[in-house]
């Protein structure tokens, strides 16, 4: 299993809202990325999380909170978002921190409304 | 500061070769990436560089020279799939040793009949 998988594919939320992101990967990986991108956009790095323990925060604002409850599962905790939130949000693994590839799931494309 | 430039989009043929170049200032540069992105989907793997020279697989091959602070992507016999967008990504490695993925811009290929 070569696959980083990430539901829901598409997520519709209130400024009021709160909501989670979910990625799962099965190929042992100990490293995990959350990544935002824009349209025409290139990604760009938000956390990252190496054995399960938070090693990266890209100053993101609070109403963004990772969790990894295991090695294999990542999520992102959404409350009280912006419109200018609304992204395509890709969840990323690798076998460690310092692994030359990453491998990237299919993104969440979130509308803030 | 890290900054990374490559041509906003670029045009050829089908059957051609194209040379996507990528310029970068990074403080703890640990590698150089190439990423394909489809319209909508996940980047992809593409190539690795960490050391002067030329990487070849396949069809595409990716350039590095450190002193220089460049790299290109060569992509031989094109084929209309090509067409996608190709990520030049750095990876960043700070003072408490953490690895970062530093993405450019993007250039957007069109390969046309």
């Known amino acids: 299993d070569t696959e980083v998988t990430q539901t829901p594919k598409h997520l519709v939320m209130g400024m009021t809202n709160k909501k989670s992101l979910k990625c799962e990967q099965h190929?042992?990986?100990?490293?995990m990325y959350w990544y935002k991108q824009k349209a025409k956009k290139p990604p760009e790095l938000m956390f990252v999380?190496?054995?399960?323990?938070?090693?990266i925060n890209e100053s993101v604002p609070s109403r963004f909170s990772p969790e990894c409850p295991n090695s294999s599962l990542l999520n992102l905790h959404l409350h009280a978002l912006q419109p200018e939130d609304s992204a395509l949000y890709l969840c990323?693994?690798?076998?460690?921190?310092?692994?030359?590839?990453?491998?990237f799931g299919p993104g969440t494309r979130l509308t803030v409304t | 500061g890290q900054n990374i430039d490559q041509p906003t989009e670029m045009t050829a043929t089908e059957g051609a070769i194209v040379q996507i170049n990528c310029t970068y200032q990074?403080?703890?540069?640990?590698?150089l990436f190439w990423y394909q992105q489809h319209a909508g989907e996940a980047p992809t793997f593409l190539s690795y560089n960490v050391l002067d020279g030329l990487e070849e697989k396949g069809r595409f091959s990716s350039f590095l020279s450190r002193s220089k602070g460049y790299s290109y992507l060569l992509l031989k016999e094109l084929q209309m799939k090509d067409s996608a967008s190709y990520l030049c990504a750095v990876r960043d490695r700070s003072g408490d040793s953490s690895y970062k993925l530093i993405f450019g811009s993007g250039t957007r290929l069109l390969v046309r009949p």
């Open positions: 990074t403080s703890g540069f640990n590698g």
């Open positions: 999380y190496s054995y399960e323990k938070l090693s």
């Open positions: 190929m042992g990986h100990r490293a």
């Open positions: 990323a693994s690798s076998p460690g921190q310092g692994a030359v590839e990453q491998y």
